[in-house]
């Protein structure tokens, strides 16, 4: 690892040196710095995609990917030896690139502030392999007759235009060439070339010291001789709090790139997901494996977000409404931590201690998330939230069931939002489980489950609210199951 107080990144195609980096300078001022002003501030917290750049990544296949991502919550750290595109590398004046065209002549743009964010989410689906006019869509997705999926742009928010010509912009766009050779489109050939690597760094300033090993031994080692360093996975949660409360770390480790943490294998007792893999990345990868798992995805934020949020900090932040615990603790998931002893599995639903506390110790780090096999066969996750997308939950409910005939054999409630830990609806399960999967039963289990946790009221919902909510998560998973197994019947 090298000793630096510059890093080298690649912009819009050029080599670049980023000189005197601090380690909480964000990609978004560091580009506005140069010049590259497309990208904006709009809230610096994540919500409004008026920042959003393309990040080019390895692809499973050993391809790149663009994706899109909040320069607003980057580190300039942890884009040592990237490649980032802004909206002024897609197209100029004259040569528009297709996206720049479609949104100009269908009216997509007004002030223009959120339009280069729009450009780029728009162009990282524009160049999304997997997009075609037969591609399999499930559940709330919007896909267009190109194939576009207008989630893709669930991050960027337009306060005047309306959003009705930016659909019609995205629905009309083409396909990018496939085979390029006359190199009319550098982005289209650039998916089919290496990626470019993640580059260990140390940058070390009066403002502090930020390193990114590239071992999941150096790191332990860092954090031994730090013990109070914040460590640092996608940033979508720590960009936050240096942004908008000026929260600073003396050391700061960015775990994300470790190889350790980026692994997802499957063997016959269990699914393991790294804990430094973004959420895009689970999500594409996994496919169907894991529906529960799938069902929730879309719940969570934004693509701008989930292309950079990774499971490792969600369980980091132990808050008691992120999203993934109620699910994770319905798929009955171990986490594994590993520290200089070595490796140890925690049953998630031993995980959580307190409000935002848990069992890992100092010096250990999230490394993966386990899923055991075989998985509940029916199963369903209830997100309560002020908006359908893109919000933050009231609260949050993952379930998953197996029935012998019409004997509940198994069942796990996970939930969020009804306590200062997530938790398990231990007594409604104890209820439900030996007896018949019947509309008398749930009900009564279902006003069991409203009964758990200590809801609180807040600004979000109030606690009868809350309870009143988990009360019909449960009737409605009923009546779908039920629902669905007579169709399956008919
Ligand atoms: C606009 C917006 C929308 C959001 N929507 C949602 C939502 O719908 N649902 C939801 O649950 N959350 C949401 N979040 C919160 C956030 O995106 C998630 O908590 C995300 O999973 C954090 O992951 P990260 O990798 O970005 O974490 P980071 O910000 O990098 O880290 C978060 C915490 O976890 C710790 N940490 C990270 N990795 C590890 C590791 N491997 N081992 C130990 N500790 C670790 C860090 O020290 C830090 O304390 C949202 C955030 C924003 C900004
Ligand atoms: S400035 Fe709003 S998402 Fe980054
Ligand atoms: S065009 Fe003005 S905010 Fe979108």
């Given amino acids: 690892m090298s000793n630096l107080h510059t890093l080298e990144l690649t912009v819009n195609g050029q080599p670049r040196v980023a ?43 050993g391809g790149t990917r663009l994706e899109s991502v909040n320069a607003c919550l980057v580190l300039m750290g942890s ?74 742009l669930s991050g960027n928010l337009c306060r005047c235009t309306g959003y009705r010509p930016i659909q019609d912009a995205a629905y009309a766009l083409g396909m990018p060439p496939e085979s390029d050779s006359a190199g009319t489109d550098p982005l289209a050939q650039r998916r089919t070339q290496t990626p470019p690597m993640p580059r260990p760094t140390h940058l070390s300033t009066p403002d502090g010291d930020f390193y990114r090993p590239g071992t999941l031994a150096e790191a332990l080692d860092l954090l031994a001789a730090h013990p109070d360093a914040k460590v640092l996975a996608g940033g979508t949660d720590w960009g936050v709090e240096v942004n908008l409360r000026h929260a600073r770390a003396g050391v700061t480790i960015a775990v994300d790139g470790l190889p350790e943490l980026r692994t997802l294998t499957a063997t016959d007792r269990f699914i393991e997901l790294g804990a430094g893999l973004n959420l895009s990345e689970i999500e594409r990868r996994l496919g ?46 171990g986490v594994v931590l590993v520290g200089p002893q070595g490796e ?16 890992r110790l100092p010096g250990e780090l999230i490394r993966a998330v386990r899923i055991p096999l075989p998985l509940a066969p029916l199963t369903g996750f209830y997100k309560i939230a002020k908006r359908r997308f893109d919000d933050i939950s009231s609260v949050a409910v993952g379930i998953a069931l197996e029935l012998e005939g019409d004997t509940v054999q198994r069942l796990r409630i996970g939930l969020g939002g009804v306590a200062a830990t997530p938790i398990r609806g231990l007594k409604a399960e104890a209820a439900l489980t030996g007896q018949v999967w019947n509309k008398e039963n749930v009900r009564l289990a ?38 669905q197994r007579q169709e399956e019947l008919a």
């Fill in 288 to 333: 169907n494996q894991i529906p529960l798992l799938r069902e929730w995805f879309p719940h969570f934020a934004s693509r701008l977000i989930r292309n950079n949020a990774t499971l490792g900090g969600n369980l980091g932040t132990a808050s008691p409404i992120g999203d993934s615990p109620p699910v994770l603790l319905a798929l009955d998931a």
């Fill in 79 to 152: 884009v040592a030896g990237q490649e980032v595109v802004t909206a002024e590398g897609l197209g100029h004046p004259g040569t528009l690139h297709p996206v720049q065209h479609e949104l100009a002549v269908r009216g997509g743009s007004q002030c223009g502030y959120c339009t280069p964010g729009f450009v780029v989410s728009m162009a990282a689906e524009y160049y999304r392999p997997e997009r075609s006019q037969t591609e399999q869509v499930t559940g709330d997705a919007h896909h267009g007759p190109n194939g576009f999926d207008l989630h893709a």
């Fill in 446 to 483: 279902a006003k069991i489950l409203g009964t758990e946790g200590t809801p609180l009221d807040d600004h979000r919902a109030s606690s009868a609210y809350r309870a009143a909510m988990l009360e019909q998560t449960l009737l409605k998973f009923y009546f779908e199951q039920t629902t």
């Fill in 344 to 359: 140890r599995e925690v049953p998630l639903a031993d995980y959580f201690t307190g409000y935002r506390q848990t069992v």
């Fill in 19 to 61: 000189g005197n980096v601090r380690p909480h300078t964000t990609l978004l001022n560091w580009l506005r710095d140069q010049g590259l002003t497309g990208c904006k501030e709009g809230c610096a917290e994540g919500e409004c995609g008026a920042c959003a750049v393309l990040m080019a990544r390895a692809d499973e296949h």
